[in-house]
């Protein structure tokens, strides 16, 4: 089945620690997307990836980290600069857009919880 | 002012209701938009495309409007599995980027 896979989904972290989640596409989509979700609130843009080994800040960059060194993987690093970041964190790829560029539907993984301790 | 603003709510209406959620954005130059439905604790995922003709998927209707840029869902006959949270997304295809409304949460009750 294709998708998106995403890992751990639930994670705990010390106050200072790195961590990194994973996320894996097997849908062959160029662009992929890092959200954060916060309680009641929508899902904001952390960074994304329109094509391999090339990503742009989001509106919320500050405090994390990526890379695109392959096109089916999309790790996200929530470094400890990163002040609050407790939060449901969402990996999605997308299909081309209507103009033919990229962000048509969005496919999401099922997320990650991270809670800071 | 966010970028793209949804009702707050939360709607609670009883089975069999129509229920209509607005939603409006500010970048004209957003040119793809969409419903997603998200239940607790989970992935959002695509309810409906929106076209500025107007489109229709059962029992859901959307709409946009690009003059006034504005976006609508409406859901006819509620069922309780109907209940969830409506993101409302914008989307500007050249810079590669999607906008969320903070979503609207729906309550069916039988």
């Known amino acids: 089945d294709g998708g998106i896979t995403q890992s751990p989904k639930y994670l705990f972290r010390k106050e200072g620690q790195n961590v990194t989640l994973s996320c894996e596409q097997n849908?062959?989509?160029?662009?992929m997307y890092w959200y954060r979700q916060d309680p009641g609130q929508g899902l904001r843009l952390i960074y994304y990836?329109?094509?391999?080994?090339?990503?742009q800040k989001g509106d919320i960059a500050e405090g994390y980290s990526v890379s695109r060194e392959k096109k089916e993987s999309f790790p996200l690093t929530v470094t400890s600069a990163q002040k609050n970041p407790t939060a449901f964190y969402l990996c999605?790829?997308?299909?081309?857009?209507?103009?033919?560029?990229?962000?048509?539907?969005?496919?999401f993984g099922e997320g990650s919880r991270l809670t800071v301790l | 002012r966010k970028e793209v603003e949804q009702d707050p709510g939360p709607f609670n209406v009883p089975e069999g209701a129509t229920v209509a959620f607005n939603c409006t954005y500010s970048?004209?130059?957003?040119?793809?938009f969409f419903w997603y439905r998200q239940d607790c604790r989970k992935e959002p995922k695509l309810l409906m495309s929106?076209?500025?003709s107007g489109n229709e998927d059962g029992r859901f209707t959307a709409q946009l409007n690009r003059a006034s840029q504005y976006i609508s869902l409406l859901i006819r006959d509620s069922k309780l599995s109907d209940s969830a949270t409506y993101l409302c997304?914008?989307?500007?295809?050249?810079?590669?980027?999607?906008?969320f409304g903070d979503g609207t949460t729906l309550t069916v009750k039988p």
């Open positions: 999605a790829s997308s299909s081309p857009g209507l103009a033919g560029g990229q962000t048509g539907e969005l496919f």
């Open positions: 849908l062959n989509h160029d662009a």
């Open positions: 990836s329109q094509i391999v080994n090339d990503f």
């Open positions: 970048n004209s130059a957003s040119q793809s």
């Open positions: 929106v076209y500025s």
């Open positions: 997304v914008a989307t500007y295809t050249n810079a590669g980027k999607s906008t």
